[in-house]
């Protein structure tokens, strides 16, 4: 099983809130998941993004691929921990 770690697509007509989800990259994008890792709001003012790293980490271990979009996410905010 193809295991990614992505976002998918929540809330209302023009105001989204994406969800960090585990799923198997056969799925739809706002289908089944394994896990819901943390939450990621681009509408809020520089955005907003939650993430379980522990979880995360764990699932990299396993051999889950974050997409692109996450991964970025992810260094960002590690970058801003880090400074």
């Not at 699932?59 to 970058?79: D, F, H, M, R, Y």
Request: one cysteine or more; aromatic letters at 8%.
């Amino acid at each position: 099983m193809a295991v990614c770690i992505r976002l998918a697509r929540g809330g209302k007509k023009k105001k989204p809130v994406y969800s960090v989800v585990v799923a198997d990259k056969r799925m739809a994008r706002d289908g089944r998941f394994l896990e819901k890792l943390g939450q990621y709001i681009p509408m809020k003012e520089g955005g907003t993004f939650a993430i379980n790293q522990e979880r995360y980490a764990h699932w990299i271990s396993q051999g889950a691929k974050p997409s692109e979009t996450v991964g970025k996410l992810v260094a960002k905010q590690q970058n801003a921990a880090e400074a």
